[in-house]
């Protein structure tokens, strides 16, 4: 290879992977990988050592995404657009490459200025994540990936004599302020964050002089006096009498949607956006802070026919926090009323390109039914059906009406809290009528607000659905509360050390409504390419469904009668 180039992107192999093409097991990166504190005179350690999920296990799910001579072939949408931008503004196909994880180091040389690193849940300190490894008792896969991804940048960087600066960016970059040791261990020049706290700033609208004066050597040092778009801040931290220190550059940009370059090269799993922002105003996210832009149907269409034109994709995940809010104006509609018309335009235009499968990844259950033609009119436009599932990632939240009510009453629009049981059994029902499968998400310990009387009432909602609608299709994952969004200067719910029995009743109710009626009653129907890898993955699911259950049973017993007496209670009355 000549001429290193200047400008390097990657990200680690958790998100640069096709997971062989399960839907939903994307969120496997958020699976514990190491158990740096297991007993080594224990079964496990004698036979996994510190593993906790195998890793032979997590690398053949997790399998690496296609690449040709060290360029990836796919990458994470934000990556993409990255690219994209920084090719808009000046930089020549040379100067930038999206680097796959496993062959970066060919890439890293001499003239490199920069490596940026794209990164979502960089220390497991998702939602997510922080649920299923006890609070980052365990290391869960995403941080191990990425620590390797450091690692091996720094080694290659090392071998060439490169200097080149490296960069995190992407919505997971707040998690260093809560582990800043990771900052000079993986050797990062600085850590790219939006102004209103440390959500991800739309970097896409001004990459070009943003890598610019990174490379001119502009954030090198604390300036307030200079005048500009990007604000250098050291951050000083005091651990364990230790002072760390990492530079942060704060950025807040709202691109218009003319601003906004589209993809030139194919993202992961097809995913394309049509929208930013929503409208809603929960209190415990941060999406809701940026303002609401809509794509024009055109712009969609470009980014989907990249996907199939250089990727070969058949099909679209379209990205949106809320796909029912698309193309209305919050401020002018009444009670958030679906623009059914934009919505059924938006998908009309996507399915013309000639794609087989469009899937939207999130939207609201009060959005879903607020408008009784939607649902059917959107499913017959993209073909769903027995063969043609549309999974759908909903906030179901918590069941408490007063939490709902306090934290989130706009999402439940044009709903009051006080409808909100009947608007979530209602959106089931429609969404299952139509072929759609809504996985839900709730949130454990919201604001640390979540009293044992919410927690029941959730548990109490989740059989309710199953008694009263027991063909229903839903899955249900707890993620414990993360402070941003309105909430940013909370407090972390603790899941580690402050799980009362009730909270632990509701993380085993939903990973039994997941067993019982997810991967028990409905897997092995849910169409594969072919009958052999169908059976393949019921089977793993099966086995590997099972020990969440017997693990949470086992720490009830750890922890004492009270708990023990909650598992006990959902199995009599509530399984
Ligand atoms: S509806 Fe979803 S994306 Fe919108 S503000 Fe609420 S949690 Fe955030």
Redesign the pocket.
Known sequence: MGRSPKIVLTADRTLMSPYRGISLASFFGCAPALDPNRDHSSFWYQILRNQVTPRVLFDFICNPIDHTNGYANYAPYGLRKVEAALLRDGYSREDVVVAHPDHVEKFIGPETQVVGTYEMDPLGMGPVTMTFTYGRKHMSYDEFYNRDLHYRINAAKARSGSKAKVIAGASGTWQYNYDPAKIEEYGLYGIVEGELGGIGPEIDGAAGSFFDALSAGEFDIANPFKKSQFKVEIKEFVRNDKTLHGRFIHYWNEPSVDEIPNIVNPSMHGMIEVMRG?????K?????LRPLRYYPVEKVQKEIEINMKYGGLKNAWVHS??IF?YGLNPRTTKNMQPNREAIEELFNGIMATGIEHANPT?G?LAGAIADERLIPNVSKIVKSGPDNHIGIQC?L?TGSIRLIGKY?D??LSPYRPDEWHWVVKNGIKTLNENYWVPAFTLIMGLDNDETPEDSWETIRLIHEIETEQPDSKFTTTPLTFVPI?LLEKSDFYDIGNTMDPAKLGVMYKTWQHNFKYGIQKFMGKVGRDTPVKNWFFTQLASTLGGVPLSAMEKFARRKGPEHERVIEKIKATYW
Do not use: P, Q
């Open positions: 929503c409208g809603r105003g929960c415990f996210c941060d999406v809701t926090d809320d809010v999130h609201t906030g939240e989130a706009r999402k969004g």
